[in-house]
Protein backbone atom coordinates (compact mmCIF):
# COMPACT_ATOMS: atom_id res chain seq x y z
CA UNK A 1 0.00 0.00 0.00
CA UNK A 2 1.51 3.59 -0.96
CA UNK A 3 2.61 5.77 2.46
CA UNK A 4 0.36 8.16 3.57
CA UNK A 5 -0.45 10.15 7.00
CA UNK A 6 -3.26 9.24 9.36
CA UNK A 7 -6.54 11.16 8.84
CA UNK A 8 -9.71 10.85 10.01
CA UNK A 9 -11.06 10.31 13.94
CA UNK A 10 -14.76 10.02 13.31
CA UNK A 11 -15.80 6.81 14.76
CA UNK A 12 -16.47 4.26 11.99
CA UNK A 13 -14.48 6.36 9.39
CA UNK A 14 -12.21 3.58 8.36
CA UNK A 15 -9.31 5.23 9.98
CA UNK A 16 -6.79 3.39 11.46
CA UNK A 17 -6.61 5.60 14.52
CA UNK A 18 -10.47 4.59 15.49
CA UNK A 19 -10.46 1.16 14.17
CA UNK A 20 -7.26 0.84 17.03
CA UNK A 21 -9.38 2.52 19.74
CA UNK A 22 -12.55 0.81 18.99
CA UNK A 23 -10.74 -3.32 19.15
CA UNK A 24 -9.33 -1.80 22.76
CA UNK A 25 -12.66 -0.66 23.37
CA UNK A 26 -14.48 -4.11 22.53
CA UNK A 27 -11.73 -6.09 23.99
CA UNK A 28 -13.34 -7.31 27.39
CA UNK A 29 -15.66 -9.54 25.45
CA UNK A 30 -13.17 -12.00 23.13
CA UNK A 31 -10.49 -11.95 26.09
CA UNK A 32 -13.14 -13.71 28.28
CA UNK A 33 -14.05 -16.17 25.84
CA UNK A 34 -10.67 -16.69 24.49
CA UNK A 35 -11.40 -16.86 20.74
CA UNK A 36 -12.14 -14.50 17.59
CA UNK A 37 -15.04 -13.19 17.31
CA UNK A 38 -17.29 -12.93 14.11
CA UNK A 39 -18.32 -9.77 12.79
CA UNK A 40 -19.83 -7.83 10.36
CA UNK A 41 -19.12 -4.73 8.52
CA UNK A 42 -20.68 -1.55 8.59
CA UNK A 43 -21.93 -1.56 5.09
CA UNK A 44 -21.45 -4.58 1.87
CA UNK A 45 -18.20 -5.62 0.36
CA UNK A 46 -16.70 -7.02 -2.25
CA UNK A 47 -14.52 -10.04 -1.57
CA UNK A 48 -11.29 -7.55 -1.96
CA UNK A 49 -12.39 -5.04 0.06
CA UNK A 50 -13.24 -7.58 2.68
CA UNK A 51 -9.75 -9.17 2.43
CA UNK A 52 -8.16 -5.72 2.86
CA UNK A 53 -10.50 -5.19 6.63
CA UNK A 54 -9.31 -8.23 7.52
CA UNK A 55 -5.38 -7.90 7.21
CA UNK A 56 -6.13 -4.42 8.58
CA UNK A 57 -7.77 -5.20 11.34
CA UNK A 58 -5.48 -8.39 11.88
CA UNK A 59 -2.11 -6.28 12.38
CA UNK A 60 -4.20 -3.77 14.48
CA UNK A 61 -5.16 -6.73 17.05
CA UNK A 62 -1.88 -7.94 17.08
CA UNK A 63 -0.09 -4.95 17.78
CA UNK A 64 -2.81 -4.17 20.64
CA UNK A 65 -1.75 -7.67 22.10
CA UNK A 66 -5.86 -9.17 21.38
CA UNK A 67 -7.35 -11.86 19.93
CA UNK A 68 -8.26 -11.25 16.28
CA UNK A 69 -11.64 -11.52 15.05
CA UNK A 70 -13.14 -12.68 11.86
CA UNK A 71 -14.62 -10.31 9.22
CA UNK A 72 -17.69 -12.08 7.77
CA UNK A 73 -19.77 -10.25 4.70
CA UNK A 74 -23.09 -10.41 6.35
CA UNK A 75 -24.57 -9.67 10.14
CA UNK A 76 -26.63 -12.97 9.84
CA UNK A 77 -25.96 -15.38 11.87
CA UNK A 78 -24.03 -13.74 14.56
CA UNK A 79 -24.69 -13.93 18.47
CA UNK A 80 -25.75 -10.33 20.31
CA UNK A 81 -22.18 -9.96 21.61
CA UNK A 82 -20.94 -10.31 17.98
CA UNK A 83 -23.65 -7.92 16.69
CA UNK A 84 -23.01 -5.53 19.48
CA UNK A 85 -18.89 -5.59 18.63
CA UNK A 86 -19.58 -5.36 14.94
CA UNK A 87 -21.81 -1.97 15.86
CA UNK A 88 -19.08 -0.54 17.82
CA UNK A 89 -16.27 -1.46 15.97
CA UNK A 90 -18.32 -0.06 12.61
CA UNK A 91 -15.65 -1.74 9.96
CA UNK A 92 -15.25 0.16 6.70
CA UNK A 93 -12.84 -0.39 3.45
CA UNK A 94 -9.72 0.98 4.60
CA UNK A 95 -7.99 3.81 2.90
CA UNK A 96 -4.23 3.85 2.10
CA UNK A 97 -2.76 2.95 5.44
CA UNK A 98 0.85 4.28 5.72
CA UNK A 99 3.92 2.24 6.84
CA UNK A 100 3.98 1.36 10.39
CA UNK A 101 0.74 2.96 11.08
CA UNK A 102 -1.08 0.09 12.86
CA UNK A 103 1.69 -0.14 14.96
CA UNK A 104 1.63 3.35 16.03
CA UNK A 105 -2.03 3.90 16.48
CA UNK A 106 -2.05 0.52 18.65
CA UNK A 107 0.73 2.74 20.68
CA UNK A 108 -1.52 5.38 21.08
CA UNK A 109 -4.77 3.88 21.97
CA UNK A 110 -3.06 1.66 24.37
CA UNK A 111 -1.54 5.67 26.42
CA UNK A 112 -4.80 6.61 26.00
CA UNK A 113 -7.15 7.21 28.76
CA UNK A 114 -7.66 5.79 31.32
CA UNK A 115 -4.64 3.32 30.21
CA UNK A 116 -3.66 0.22 30.58
CA UNK A 117 -4.95 -1.87 34.06
CA UNK A 118 -2.62 -2.24 37.24
CA UNK A 119 -3.35 -5.64 38.03
CA UNK A 120 -4.14 -5.65 41.81
CA UNK A 121 -4.27 -8.33 44.15
CA UNK A 122 -7.99 -9.05 46.12
CA UNK A 123 -7.90 -10.33 50.12
CA UNK A 124 -8.08 -13.60 48.85
CA UNK A 125 -5.61 -12.69 45.94
CA UNK A 126 -7.98 -13.09 43.39
CA UNK A 127 -6.30 -10.53 40.37
CA UNK A 128 -8.30 -6.93 39.86
CA UNK A 129 -8.22 -5.42 37.06
CA UNK A 130 -7.33 -1.45 38.07
CA UNK A 131 -6.98 2.07 36.91
CA UNK A 132 -6.05 4.99 38.49
CA UNK A 133 -6.09 8.52 37.68
CA UNK A 134 -5.65 12.48 38.96
CA UNK A 135 -2.97 13.41 40.99
CA UNK A 136 -1.36 11.09 43.86
CA UNK A 137 -1.57 13.72 46.64
CA UNK A 138 -5.29 14.45 46.33
CA UNK A 139 -8.20 13.70 47.95
CA UNK A 140 -9.27 9.77 46.74
CA UNK A 141 -12.56 8.65 44.87
CA UNK A 142 -13.44 5.33 44.27
CA UNK A 143 -15.60 4.69 41.34
CA UNK A 144 -17.54 1.67 42.01
CA UNK A 145 -19.34 0.89 38.68
CA UNK A 146 -22.28 -1.81 38.39
CA UNK A 147 -21.32 -5.35 38.83
CA UNK A 148 -19.71 -7.48 35.30
CA UNK A 149 -19.33 -4.00 33.61
CA UNK A 150 -15.86 -3.06 31.77
CA UNK A 151 -14.23 0.36 32.42
CA UNK A 152 -15.45 2.30 29.71
CA UNK A 153 -18.69 2.59 31.61
CA UNK A 154 -17.11 3.99 34.43
CA UNK A 155 -13.82 6.23 32.61
CA UNK A 156 -16.27 9.60 31.81
CA UNK A 157 -16.72 9.66 35.80
CA UNK A 158 -12.76 8.96 35.81
CA UNK A 159 -11.96 12.17 33.54
CA UNK A 160 -15.06 14.17 35.04
CA UNK A 161 -13.28 14.44 38.57
CA UNK A 162 -9.53 13.28 37.88
CA UNK A 163 -8.58 16.95 37.58
CA UNK A 164 -9.48 17.41 41.18
CA UNK A 165 -9.41 13.84 43.00
CA UNK A 166 -7.22 10.88 42.86
CA UNK A 167 -9.57 8.50 41.26
CA UNK A 168 -9.59 4.71 41.24
CA UNK A 169 -11.76 2.03 39.73
CA UNK A 170 -11.50 -1.46 38.96
CA UNK A 171 -13.45 -4.19 36.88
CA UNK A 172 -15.52 -7.00 39.01
CA UNK A 173 -13.49 -10.04 39.80
CA UNK A 174 -14.02 -12.96 38.11
CA UNK A 175 -15.62 -11.76 35.22
CA UNK A 176 -12.64 -10.09 33.06
CA UNK A 177 -9.65 -11.76 31.70
CA UNK A 178 -6.40 -10.34 32.05
CA UNK A 179 -3.86 -9.81 28.67
CA UNK A 180 -1.65 -13.05 28.91
CA UNK A 181 -4.37 -15.21 26.73
CA UNK A 182 -5.30 -17.73 29.35
CA UNK A 183 -8.83 -16.37 30.07
CA UNK A 184 -10.86 -15.96 32.87
CA UNK A 185 -9.09 -17.29 36.50
CA UNK A 186 -11.07 -18.90 39.03
CA UNK A 187 -13.60 -17.01 41.02
CA UNK A 188 -13.02 -17.84 44.91
CA UNK A 189 -15.33 -16.24 46.51
CA UNK A 190 -18.28 -14.17 45.19
CA UNK A 191 -19.94 -12.89 48.48
CA UNK A 192 -20.96 -9.69 48.94
CA UNK A 193 -18.18 -9.63 51.94
CA UNK A 194 -15.82 -10.58 49.15
CA UNK A 195 -16.73 -7.52 46.82
CA UNK A 196 -17.11 -5.08 49.65
CA UNK A 197 -13.51 -5.91 50.46
CA UNK A 198 -12.42 -5.60 46.95
CA UNK A 199 -12.86 -1.67 47.52
CA UNK A 200 -10.36 -2.11 50.55
CA UNK A 201 -8.08 -4.20 48.53
CA UNK A 202 -7.97 -1.43 45.76
CA UNK A 203 -6.91 1.29 47.92
CA UNK A 204 -4.37 -0.42 49.95
CA UNK A 205 -2.82 -1.43 46.29
CA UNK A 206 -2.93 2.23 45.17
CA UNK A 207 -1.36 3.33 48.65
CA UNK A 208 -4.59 5.22 49.73
CA UNK A 209 -5.85 5.47 53.19
CA UNK A 210 -8.68 6.89 52.59
CA UNK A 211 -11.34 7.72 50.30
CA UNK A 212 -15.09 8.79 49.13
CA UNK A 213 -16.93 6.21 47.21
CA UNK A 214 -19.03 6.70 44.16
CA UNK A 215 -21.61 3.80 43.91
CA UNK A 216 -23.60 3.42 40.49
CA UNK A 217 -26.35 1.18 40.22
CA UNK A 218 -25.31 -2.22 42.10
CA UNK A 219 -21.72 -0.34 42.92
CA UNK A 220 -24.02 1.98 45.75
CA UNK A 221 -24.78 -1.78 47.35
CA UNK A 222 -20.81 -2.57 47.52
CA UNK A 223 -19.88 0.90 48.01
CA UNK A 224 -22.21 1.22 51.45
CA UNK A 225 -21.43 -2.40 52.56
CA UNK A 226 -17.40 -1.11 52.44
CA UNK A 227 -18.49 2.34 54.28
CA UNK A 228 -20.44 -0.12 56.89
CA UNK A 229 -17.21 -1.98 57.29
CA UNK A 230 -14.21 0.10 57.54
CA UNK A 231 -14.30 3.87 58.62
CA UNK A 232 -11.63 3.80 55.82
CA UNK A 233 -14.64 5.23 53.76
CA UNK A 234 -15.06 8.89 54.63
CA UNK A 235 -18.16 9.74 52.56
CA UNK A 236 -20.26 8.39 50.10
CA UNK A 237 -22.28 9.46 46.64
CA UNK A 238 -24.84 6.34 45.80
CA UNK A 239 -26.31 6.56 42.16
CA UNK A 240 -29.27 5.16 41.28
CA UNK A 241 -28.62 2.60 43.92
CA UNK A 242 -30.12 -0.92 42.96
CA UNK A 243 -31.59 -2.23 46.56
CA UNK A 244 -33.01 -4.70 48.39
CA UNK A 245 -34.76 -3.26 50.90
CA UNK A 246 -37.61 -6.70 51.83
CA UNK A 247 -41.18 -5.44 51.70
CA UNK A 248 -40.44 -1.67 52.15
CA UNK A 249 -40.14 -0.48 48.95
CA UNK A 250 -41.38 -1.56 45.83
CA UNK A 251 -39.07 -2.77 42.80
CA UNK A 252 -39.62 -2.24 39.14
CA UNK A 253 -40.57 -5.02 36.83
CA UNK A 254 -37.11 -5.05 35.19
CA UNK A 255 -35.23 -5.41 38.60
CA UNK A 256 -37.23 -8.28 39.39
CA UNK A 257 -37.01 -10.22 35.95
CA UNK A 258 -33.11 -9.70 36.45
CA UNK A 259 -33.33 -11.13 39.96
CA UNK A 260 -34.52 -14.13 38.74
CA UNK A 261 -32.78 -14.53 35.78
CA UNK A 262 -29.44 -14.17 38.47
CA UNK A 263 -31.00 -17.05 40.32
CA UNK A 264 -31.60 -19.09 37.48
CA UNK A 265 -28.35 -18.97 35.82
CA UNK A 266 -26.52 -19.06 39.52
CA UNK A 267 -27.70 -22.63 40.17
CA UNK A 268 -25.27 -24.41 38.01
CA UNK A 269 -23.30 -24.29 34.44
CA UNK A 270 -25.74 -26.07 32.85
CA UNK A 271 -28.51 -24.28 33.61
CA UNK A 272 -26.40 -20.76 32.29
CA UNK A 273 -25.50 -22.69 29.41
CA UNK A 274 -28.88 -23.30 28.57
CA UNK A 275 -29.45 -19.32 29.31
CA UNK A 276 -27.07 -18.57 27.52
CA UNK A 277 -27.97 -20.22 23.87
CA UNK A 278 -31.26 -18.00 24.73
CA UNK A 279 -29.80 -14.60 25.68
CA UNK A 280 -27.36 -15.05 22.60
CA UNK A 281 -29.86 -13.99 20.22
CA UNK A 282 -29.46 -10.65 18.59
CA UNK A 283 -33.22 -9.85 20.00
CA UNK A 284 -31.27 -9.12 23.31
CA UNK A 285 -29.75 -6.01 22.27
CA UNK A 286 -33.43 -4.52 21.89
CA UNK A 287 -33.62 -1.26 24.55
CA UNK A 288 -30.25 -1.39 24.65
CA UNK A 289 -28.33 1.58 24.05
CA UNK A 290 -26.41 1.06 20.84
CA UNK A 291 -23.36 3.47 21.88
CA UNK A 292 -23.15 1.33 25.34
CA UNK A 293 -24.65 -1.82 24.24
CA UNK A 294 -20.99 -3.50 23.77
CA UNK A 295 -20.51 -2.94 27.83
CA UNK A 296 -23.95 -3.89 28.65
CA UNK A 297 -23.34 -7.12 26.95
CA UNK A 298 -20.34 -8.25 28.39
CA UNK A 299 -21.44 -10.35 31.65
CA UNK A 300 -23.65 -12.30 28.53
CA UNK A 301 -21.35 -13.38 26.61
CA UNK A 302 -20.42 -16.76 27.35
CA UNK A 303 -21.91 -19.13 29.11
CA UNK A 304 -19.58 -19.31 31.96
CA UNK A 305 -19.47 -15.58 32.24
CA UNK A 306 -23.04 -15.69 32.52
CA UNK A 307 -23.08 -18.13 35.31
CA UNK A 308 -20.11 -16.00 37.36
CA UNK A 309 -22.16 -12.69 37.03
CA UNK A 310 -25.13 -14.78 38.42
CA UNK A 311 -23.61 -15.78 41.38
CA UNK A 312 -21.78 -11.94 41.66
CA UNK A 313 -24.74 -10.00 40.80
CA UNK A 314 -27.09 -12.69 42.57
CA UNK A 315 -25.81 -11.75 45.78
CA UNK A 316 -25.63 -7.94 45.37
CA UNK A 317 -29.55 -8.01 44.63
CA UNK A 318 -30.16 -10.56 47.00
CA UNK A 319 -28.78 -8.89 50.18
CA UNK A 320 -30.86 -7.25 52.36
CA UNK A 321 -29.39 -3.51 52.71
CA UNK A 322 -31.17 -2.34 55.44
CA UNK A 323 -28.66 -3.87 58.40
CA UNK A 324 -26.15 -1.50 56.65
CA UNK A 325 -28.05 1.50 57.01
CA UNK A 326 -25.83 2.40 60.55
CA UNK A 327 -23.21 3.77 58.17
CA UNK A 328 -22.18 6.59 59.42
CA UNK A 329 -20.59 8.40 56.81
CA UNK A 330 -21.90 11.46 55.17
CA UNK A 331 -23.90 10.51 52.08
CA UNK A 332 -25.44 11.88 48.78
CA UNK A 333 -27.88 9.43 47.83
CA UNK A 334 -28.96 10.22 43.64
CA UNK A 335 -31.57 8.93 41.73
CA UNK A 336 -34.35 10.03 39.16
CA UNK A 337 -38.44 9.59 39.17
CA UNK A 338 -37.97 8.43 35.18
CA UNK A 339 -35.12 5.85 36.22
CA UNK A 340 -37.46 2.57 35.37
CA UNK A 341 -34.31 0.41 35.62
CA UNK A 342 -33.96 0.47 39.33
CA UNK A 343 -36.61 1.58 41.45
CA UNK A 344 -36.07 5.46 42.82
CA UNK A 345 -38.30 4.30 46.04
CA UNK A 346 -35.42 2.43 47.01
CA UNK A 347 -33.19 5.30 47.24
CA UNK A 348 -35.24 7.79 48.95
CA UNK A 349 -36.10 4.72 51.84
CA UNK A 350 -32.07 4.58 51.74
CA UNK A 351 -31.40 8.31 52.20
CA UNK A 352 -34.62 8.38 55.04
CA UNK A 353 -32.72 5.74 56.90
CA UNK A 354 -29.62 6.53 56.65
CA UNK A 355 -27.51 9.08 59.51
CA UNK A 356 -26.16 11.64 57.68
CA UNK A 357 -27.41 11.58 54.26
CA UNK A 358 -29.33 13.67 51.65
CA UNK A 359 -31.33 12.80 48.74
CA UNK A 360 -31.25 14.37 45.72
CA UNK A 361 -34.41 13.19 43.45
CA UNK A 362 -33.79 14.60 39.42
CA UNK A 363 -36.49 15.26 36.91
CA UNK A 364 -34.64 14.30 34.25
CA UNK A 365 -31.94 11.18 33.34
CA UNK A 366 -32.91 7.35 33.80
CA UNK A 367 -30.43 4.65 34.86
CA UNK A 368 -27.83 4.84 32.29
CA UNK A 369 -27.45 8.22 32.10
CA UNK A 370 -25.63 8.20 35.34
CA UNK A 371 -23.14 6.73 34.00
CA UNK A 372 -22.92 9.39 30.97
CA UNK A 373 -21.21 11.71 33.74
CA UNK A 374 -23.28 15.14 32.37
CA UNK A 375 -22.27 18.58 33.17
CA UNK A 376 -25.20 18.49 35.69
CA UNK A 377 -24.12 14.59 37.05
CA UNK A 378 -20.63 16.12 37.52
CA UNK A 379 -21.33 19.37 39.05
CA UNK A 380 -23.62 17.75 41.32
CA UNK A 381 -20.98 14.96 42.91
CA UNK A 382 -18.03 17.93 42.63
CA UNK A 383 -20.28 20.18 45.25
CA UNK A 384 -21.12 17.39 47.35
CA UNK A 385 -17.47 16.35 47.68
CA UNK A 386 -16.02 19.94 48.11
CA UNK A 387 -17.96 19.45 52.02
CA UNK A 388 -16.76 16.25 52.34
CA UNK A 389 -12.99 16.03 51.05
CA UNK A 390 -9.95 17.69 52.87
CA UNK A 391 -10.00 21.04 50.82
CA UNK A 392 -5.90 21.01 50.81
CA UNK A 393 -3.46 18.07 49.11
CA UNK A 394 -1.16 16.56 51.58
CA UNK A 395 1.82 18.33 52.27
CA UNK A 396 0.94 21.96 50.82
Known sequence: MPAVSETGTTPGDGSVAVLARSLLDTASIPRASGQRLRVAPAHALTGEQLAAVQELTDRVASALGLPGVDVVPEPGPLTASEVAVSRRLALRTPGAVADGAPERAAE???AAFPGPAVVLPARDGTPLRCWSAGPEDAPAVAVVSACGMPVGLAAKWMAALSPEYRVVTWESRGLFAGDDGKGLGPLP?????AQSED?????DGFGIARAHVLGLCGGAVLALAAAAR????TSMSLWHGDWELGDDTPKTTHQRDIESLLTRVARGRPQAAAMHRLMSRPSTLEGLRPDIAHYLI???ATAELLHRYGLLNGVIMATDCRRLLTA???ALVVTSGRDTTAHPAGSTYVARHLPRAGLRTLPEGDHLTAFDAGAGLVALARGFLRTVTVPHRRGA
Open 328 to 330: PQP
Open 298 to 300: HPY
Open 199 to 203: VLAVL
Open 108 to 110: RAL
Open 189 to 193: DHTLD
Open 230 to 233: SDRI
